[in-house]
């Protein structure tokens, strides 16, 4: 987890473009991430200092550009942490990728209609889960895939995670 | 905009305060801790705030902070960091010492769970000498953590068996403002904890999350 937490921190580095000068350590048994600033501040949690860099590379569009947008942000970072980030959070994979599926029914982005840092943490934070998924799985949840074969699309997100394949066509034509 | 809360619901505390606090319009509605208010989610998820642009927020911090900070403001990181720390570290903790002090009247067992979170807000405070936790002025992340320390804390005999004076301090200040007095009448009407009872009752079980470790 630790470890996940600070390849995620170092991708979304590489991501906003910032040079690779931040030094990081983790905490506690749940091993939280911290970032030592140069003045000396500690600055703890992943969704607390991923935000903190994305105001550091001047990118604050990722965070929403209206109180309303910058709150759905902070809704789905927060859901990212709670749902993926947590111990047993795999066997409750199903029904976070369900109810992340009704969501993005109607949506390019987790914030709507624009990019945010909800969709690059979630990103890195379902990949593991839709490696493991089946092809069939896969179509099930079909906004998801969607969703996500957009966001690994898109340049310098992937990074440290292999692609995963999403297929174009449906070869199961009974999935609902 | 619209609330959805429902009674007894420890998580609604918050967020009445922050409304108070706020001056927002809004409408509240009270609906059974069952009722899935949120299209896209399948359990039941309360509170919940229905925005004017038809986005829901689902979660009680994420609504405090809407409701509490201006946007873009220089205090936005330390605000971020203790709402992360108290949805991820004390909010499990927080639910686990609920249980043992309502469910099974094990008041002094659910403050020793209490404990290491306590004494690091103690620690925190102490190290920066301010009034409330980010600054000299009330913010989101002050109403949060009164809000999940509450129900336990303002049993009279469980602050006074802490000795933590600054979040003793901190505590009954930020309990004091007019806002949280009225939130925390409307929420308890002078039941205590036990008006929690049936909420939690319906709370699944998470060992896992209730036994781990705090802070550092």
Same mark, same amino acid.
């Given at each position: 987890?630790?470890?996940?937490a600070l ?7 590489k991501?906003l473009?910032?040079?690779?000068t931040?030094?990081?350590?983790t905490?506690?048994?749940?091993k ?10 500690d ?7 991923a935000? +903190? ?5 001047k990118q604050?569009?990722?965070l929403?550009?209206?109180r309303?947008?910058?709150a ?5 970072l927060?859901?990212?942490i709670v749902q993926l980030g947590?111990?047993?959070a795999?066997e409750?994979?199903?029904s976070?990728?369900?109810d992340?599926n009704?969501?993005?029914?109607d949506?390019?982005?987790?914030g ?7 969709d690059i ?5 379902? +990949?593991?889960?839709?490696v493991?998924?089946?092809?069939q ?12 074969? +957009?966001i690994?699309?898109l340049?310098n997100?992937?990074? +440290?995670l ?6 174009k ?6 999935v609902? | 905009?619209?609330?959805y809360?429902s009674?007894?619901?420890p ?19 009270a ?5 899935c ?6 359990h039941s ?13 689902f979660s ?9 900070t201006s946007g ?15 949805t991820?570290?004390l909010q ?11 469910l099974?009247d ?12 306590l004494s690091?807000i103690?620690r925190?405070l102490?190290?920066?000498g ?15 953590l ?19 004076k600054?979040?003793?301090a ?7 403002f007019p ?5 925390s009448?409307g929420?308890?009407?002078?039941h205590?904890?036990?008006s929690?009872k049936s909420?939690?009752q319906?709370q ?13």
């Amino acid at each position: 987890m630790a470890e996940a937490a600070l390849k995620e921190l170092a991708s979304l580095e590489k991501y906003l473009g910032l040079k690779k000068t931040n030094k990081y350590s983790t905490k506690g048994e749940r091993k939280v991430p911290v970032l030592q600033t140069k003045d000396g501040q500690d600055i703890v949690g992943l969704v607390t200092i991923a935000c +903190h860099l994305v105001k550091a590379a001047k990118q604050e569009q990722l965070l929403g550009r209206t109180r309303e947008e910058s709150a759905v942000v902070q809704q789905w970072l927060e859901y990212r942490i709670v749902q993926l980030g947590a111990p047993g959070a795999k066997e409750e994979s199903r029904s976070t990728l369900r109810d992340l599926n009704e969501y993005l029914e109607d949506k390019v982005y987790f914030g709507g209609d624009f990019l945010s840092l909800a969709d690059i943490l979630m990103y890195y934070g379902l +990949h593991s889960c839709m490696v493991d998924l089946t092809v069939q799985d896969r179509e099930k949840f079909v906004n998801v895939s969607r969703w996500f074969s +957009h966001i690994q699309q898109l340049p310098n997100v992937q990074q +440290h995670l292999p692609r995963v394949h999403i297929m174009k066509n449906r070869i199961y034509t009974n999935v609902h | 905009m619209r609330l959805y809360v429902s009674e007894g619901n420890p998580q609604c505390l918050k967020v009445l305060a922050a409304f108070e606090l706020s001056g927002a319009q809004c409408e509240v509605e009270a609906v059974s801790h069952e009722e899935c208010i949120v299209p896209f989610l399948g359990h039941s998820k309360l509170p919940a705030l229905l925005l004017d642009n038809g986005n829901f927020l689902f979660s009680s911090n994420v609504i405090c902070r809407y409701l509490l900070t201006s946007g873009g403001d220089e205090t936005s990181t330390a605000v971020g960091q203790w709402l992360e720390w108290e949805t991820l570290d004390l909010q499990p903790v927080a639910l686990h010492a609920l249980r043992l002090a309502v469910l099974q009247d094990k008041k002094s067992e659910a403050l020793e769970s209490l404990r290491p979170s306590l004494s690091y807000i103690e620690r925190s405070l102490q190290k920066t000498g301010k009034t409330f936790l980010t600054s000299d002025e009330l913010s989101a992340a002050d109403v949060v953590l009164w809000g999940t320390l509450y129900p336990l804390l303002s049993e009279p005999m469980l602050l006074t068996a802490v000795d933590f004076k600054a979040l003793t301090a901190w505590f009954q200040r930020v309990g004091s403002f007019p806002a949280c007095k009225k939130a925390s009448d409307g929420t308890f009407k002078g039941h205590g904890l036990q008006s929690l009872k049936s909420y939690l009752q319906r709370q699944p079980t998470n060992s896992t999350q209730a036994t781990r470790a705090t802070t550092d």
